[in-house]
């Protein structure tokens, strides 16, 4: 009796597992642990969003988690070390059009110094 108990527990647990996509995973320190990627020479936010966040246009993301250390998000410098953050599907398009209006050039940059 008591080893049908752990048998059904054990599907119970393997099928919220199977539910949230962990399947195989197991949760360790290190897959909790922040992603960080260092800047290398030539690397844009762009350049870097699209390789570790799979979409350049979700460079805002970048800049906004890393704002202690990127003051102009045309900037970005070898050896800087990135935080790069999650971004949840249903904050993907708020992003999107804020890179837009950040890379849009304002009234200023149009008249001349």
Request: hydrophobic content about 40%.
């Amino acid at each position: 009796m008591r080893r049908l108990g752990i048998w059904l527990l054990a599907v119970v647990l393997g099928a919220g597992a199977a539910a949230s996509g962990s399947v195989g995973r197991a949760q360790s320190p290190e897959a909790a642990a922040p992603r960080v990627h260092e800047v290398r020479p030539g690397e844009t936010l762009w350049t870097i969003s699209a390789r570790s966040l799979g979409d350049p246009t979700l460079w805002a993301a970048l800049y906004h988690a890393n704002r202690d250390q990127i003051k102009d998000p045309s900037r970005v410098y070898p050896g800087q070390r990135l935080s790069i953050p999650d971004v949840p599907p249903g904050e993907a398009e708020a992003l999107r059009r804020e890179a837009e209006a950040l890379a849009a050039p304002g009234p200023a940059s149009s008249q001349a110094p």
